[in-house]
C-alpha cells in the first residue's frame, strides 16, 4: 500500500479548497492501492484554510522544536502540523506503508523544497513536517 496526498488524488482538500489531482495518483486510488491521506485536515484545518510556512527552518525542526508553522496571518498553527503529521504516521503503519507519494514544496508533505516562511514564492531545502516524520519512521518518500 502507497500513502498519497489526498489533493493529488483529486479530493478538493488544498489550502484554497482545491485539488491537485495527478491522474496516476487517483488510478492508484481508485484501485485501492493507495490510501489518500491530509496532514493538514487530520490536524484540524478547515477547507479552505490560510496559507502556511514553515519559518526559519524545515519539518525536521519543527519536529525537534526549533521551528514553526504560521499561517500568512502570522498565527502559529505549528500543533495542528504535528497533530496532523502523527495522525498520518498512523494511518501509515495500520496500512504497512512502505512509500508515499506527497505534494511538492508543501509545509507538511513537501519534500526536498519548501516554502521559506515568507509567503513570497521563495524555496528553502527541506521537507514538510509529515515527510519529515514520515521519512524519520523509515517510510520512502518521494513527491509528485
Known amino acids: ?36 491521506i491530509c496532514p493538514e485536515v487530520l ?19 519543527v519536529l525537534n522544536g526549533r521551528a514553526n508553522v504560521y499561517d500568512e496571518n502570522g498565527k502559529d498553527v505549528t500543533g495542528e502540523f ?6 498520518a504516521l498512523e494511518i501509515a503503519r495500520e496500512y504497512h506503508v512502505k512509500k508515499t507519494i506527497l505534494k511538492s514544496k508543501s509545509p507538511s508533505c513537501g519534500i526536498g523544497k519548501i516554502y521559506d516562511g515568507s509567503f513570497e514564492g521563495d524555496l528553502v531545502d527541506g521537507d514538510g ?10 517510510i520512502v518518500c518521494q513527491c509528485a
Not at 5 to 25: F, M, Q, T, V, Y
Not at 43 to 61: A, H, N, V
Request: contains cysteine; positive net charge; glycine residues 12%.
Open 129 to 138: 513536517v509529515t515527510a519529515a516524520l514520515l521519512k524519520r519512521a523509515g
Open 43 to 61: 490536524g484540524g484545518r478547515t477547507i479552505p484554510r490560510m496559507r502556511t510556512e514553515i519559518k526559519d527552518g524545515s519539518g525536521d525542526d
Open 82 to 87: 504535528l497533530k496532523g503529521a502523527y495522525a
Open 1 to 36: 500500500m502507497i500513502l498519497v496526498s489526498a489533493c493529488l488524488a483529486g479530493i478538493d482538500c488544498a489550502w484554497d479548497g482545491k485539488n491537485r489531482a495527478a491522474l496516476e495518483i487517483r488510478e492508484l486510488v481508485d484501485k485501492k492501492l493507495a490510501v489518500a
